[in-house]
């Protein structure tokens, strides 16, 4: 069976709704939301495609987009190659040229609508950011909190609390206090037990690479409206993950790092092979900061993740 290459479009208001539309009834998927876009043609581009099919939907002309992320997905009687891209910016104003409903929603909404299966991984993608902030391990907490709290007031949308040398008490006092500072502002990822899971219902959790081994035979060890992620640094930890149910991951150490001297780097072609064939988000840790987004959205990563890159003092 062939695989339908179709492009896609996560297109983002300047009030950073995103655009979405209703399939027709009579069409396969029939009834569900989807994410603008079309088949890709023979020998065609991708971004040609798009540029195409948006016009001839939506009446827009796209003045600004990037790669977001690519899902291959297998129905019963249907093989789809999702390639999406984020739009950012266009001319002309969105109406269904077609006859197609249409819905601006916040990232938050998504989860509300109804959307094929294969369209899973691009709501995640559609709801994170490209910075995925973790913390450096250094640091007392009143330092910790200062320089988080800069951090919020810089953008920063997705942060993951690490401390690895604190006793799992103190962790879990830190945690209360981040928790209370991110609310509202980002999206929190706590480190530990996952007996903790039901202290900090708000908080998403990232698993290490130990716990993905351990407990993904298990399955998702809870509901999809909380954030999963795990810490990869391999293409079977990337199955892994990927049979669990993840959200997203961190693939590392994309280069040498002060904090992981003795890890083997993967480097930017292994880590853009590895990514091929991962449906879900992928964050590029280990070496990179804001300057290196545009390189890993080309590698097919949701964005960029780090520690000293993202921390206020070392701007």
Request: aromatic share 8%.
């Amino acid at each position: 069976m062939k695989r339908v290459h179709v492009a896609a479009a996560v297109i983002r208001g300047v009030d950073g709704r995103v655009l979405i539309a209703k399939r027709p009834d009579e069409k396969h998927q029939g009834g569900l939301w989807e994410f603008p876009g079309g088949k890709v043609e023979e020998g065609e581009a991708v971004q040609v495609a798009l540029a195409r099919e948006l016009k001839e939907e939506l009446g827009i002309c796209v003045t600004a987009a990037r790669p977001l992320i690519q899902v291959h997905h297998d129905y019963p009687d249907k093989q789809v190659l999702l390639d999406v891209w984020e739009v950012s910016d266009f001319t002309g104003e969105p109406h269904g040229a077609e006859g197609q409903p249409l819905a601006w929603v916040s990232a938050r909404q998504l989860g509300d609508y109804e959307f094929p299966a294969a369209n899973r991984p691009i709501l995640a993608a559609a709801r994170l950011p490209e910075r995925y902030l973790i913390t450096p391990d250094d640091l007392e907490p009143q330092a910790l909190l200062s320089g988080l709290k800069m951090a919020l007031a810089s953008g920063i949308r997705l942060v993951q609390l690490r401390a690895p040398r604190m006793f799992d008490a103190q962790y879990r006092d830190l945690a209360v206090d981040v928790q209370g500072l991110c609310a509202g502002r980002a999206q929190l990822m706590l480190k530990g037990p996952l007996e903790w899971l039901g202290d900090f219902p708000a908080a998403g959790w990232h698993l290490t690479a130990e716990q993905l081994h351990k407990y993904s035979p298990n399955g998702r060890p809870f509901p999809s409206e909380r954030w999963l992620a795990a810490s990869c640094h391999s293409a079977e930890e990337l199955h892994l993950a990927a049979a669990m149910g993840v959200d997203f991951v961190t693939l590392s150490p994309l280069q040498a790092t002060h904090t992981h001297p003795e890890a083997e780097p993967l480097g930017w072609q292994a880590a853009t092979e590895l990514l091929r064939s991962f449906n879900q988000p992928a964050f590029l840790l280990g070496g990179v900061g804001p300057r290196d987004l545009e390189r890993a959205w080309l590698a097919g990563a949701q964005g960029v993740a780090g520690i000293r890159a993202f921390w206020p003092e070392n701007r």
